[in-house]
């Protein structure tokens, strides 16, 4: 079962060896009706947005494997999918750089206030250049903070070296890799304290879940931009709008919120915030890239094999062969 439709070239790959199902309803199916796709399947390419929980675990009696069109996971439950002998991958790795690309696209268009521009240009309101116009926060030489130093971090870093900027990483351990662009390990409260930019690159599990609350974001500089590419429900999107509204920081920008796919209705009234919609992975390559990875797990799997996405490896040892 496929739960939305993916590039084609994932479709393809699994119809080589499976009879597939895909949703072609064009919209998320309800927990119900994933249930009674899901009875007679043996694998699984889901979404962030398909909620693997324990009870609806346990009623999988088929499945062997859960592959999650995606590098988060925390729409599964994994010990309860692990205990009921399900595997569950991702896809690392490939959609880094365009999250990266994308994380520093937001921090540009906050800074230089360019989506702000562009209604103003399309409300016909631009009556000529002036010099106090629009006037916006530079990004070169300026200090970012990078909250999370993974695969996604390590690439923002890398492409802040060309704005010759000042890198700080916060991170659970320090990180050589992130290190040799020149980023310098230091505690959250000094990150804050510091930056000019802070940029979220963080898994979403209980040890993130809030973890930018109220007291970190008015640590924050009143000039500094916040943005946020990971999982909206890491920050406290309450303590944000006021933040932003109170003038404490001066902007953000956004691809993630804590009830997608319903925006905070204090942010949609801010016109110092830049929103996208969940546009981290969003490029026809990438996209690609993951429906083929997702193919390759699933089949790897049902095939007795080591899948190149195992988050629970454990899991294999109960069927598959080769371990």
Same mark, same amino acid.
């Given at each position: 079962?496929?739960? *939305? ?10 119809? *080589? ?8 309803? +064009? ?5 119900? !009706? ?29 499945? *062997? ?21 399900? #595997? ?11 999250? #990266?690309?994308? #994380? ?5 268009? =906050? ?15 631009? =009556?000529?250049?002036?010099? =106090? ?20 971090? =390590? ?8 704005? !010759? ?44 879940? +809030? ?20 999982? +909206? ?13 109170? +003038?404490?920081?001066?902007? #953000? ?8 796919? *319903? ?29 083929e990875m997702a193919a390759q797990n699933a089949i790897a799997v049902l095939k007795g094999e080591r899948p190149p996405g195992i988050v629970n490896p454990a899991v294999l040892k109960g069927f598959c062969d080769s371990l």
């Open positions: 079962m496929v739960t *939305r439709r993916i590039p084609e070239n994932g479709i393809k790959l699994l119809t *080589r060896h499976f009879s597939v199902k895909v949703n072609k309803e +064009g919209r998320n199916l309800s927990q119900r !009706e994933l249930l009674r796709e899901l009875r007679d399947s043996f694998g699984v390419v889901a979404m962030l947005t398909n909620r693997f929980d324990r009870e609806f675990i346990s009623k999988l009696k088929s499945l *062997r494997v859960i592959s999650n069109f995606a590098v988060g996971y925390d729409n599964i439950d994994l010990n309860a999918a692990t205990e009921n002998g399900i #595997a569950v991958t991702n896809t690392p790795g490939v959609l880094t750089d365009a999250t #990266a690309d994308l #994380a520093f696209g937001l921090m540009l268009a =906050t800074a230089r206030r360019i989506t702000e521009g562009d209604r103003l240009v399309r409300a016909k309101k631009f =009556t000529g250049w002036t010099p =106090t116009m629009m006037l916006g926060n530079e990004v070169s030489g300026k200090t970012l903070g990078i909250i999370g130093a993974g695969r996604i971090g =390590t690439a923002v870093a890398k492409r802040a070296l060309g704005f !010759e900027m000042r890198i700080l990483y916060f991170s659970q351990n320090r990180n050589a890799g992130i290190e040799k662009f020149g980023a310098i390990f230091v505690d959250l409260e000094n990150l804050l304290r510091r930056s000019d930019f802070v940029s979220v690159n963080l898994p979403l599990n209980t040890g993130t879940r +809030g973890m930018i609350g109220k007291r970190e974001i008015n640590l924050m500089k009143s000039n500094a931009v916040f943005i946020n590419t990971a999982r +909206g429900e890491i920050v406290d999107e309450d303590a944000l709008i006021v933040a932003l509204k109170k +003038g404490k920081i001066a902007g #953000a920008g956004l691809d993630v919120y804590r009830n997608e796919p *319903r925006v905070n209705l204090g942010l949609l009234k801010l016109e110092n915030v830049v929103l996208s919609p969940h546009l981290g992975s969003a490029t026809f390559g990438t996209r690609a890239k993951m429906a």
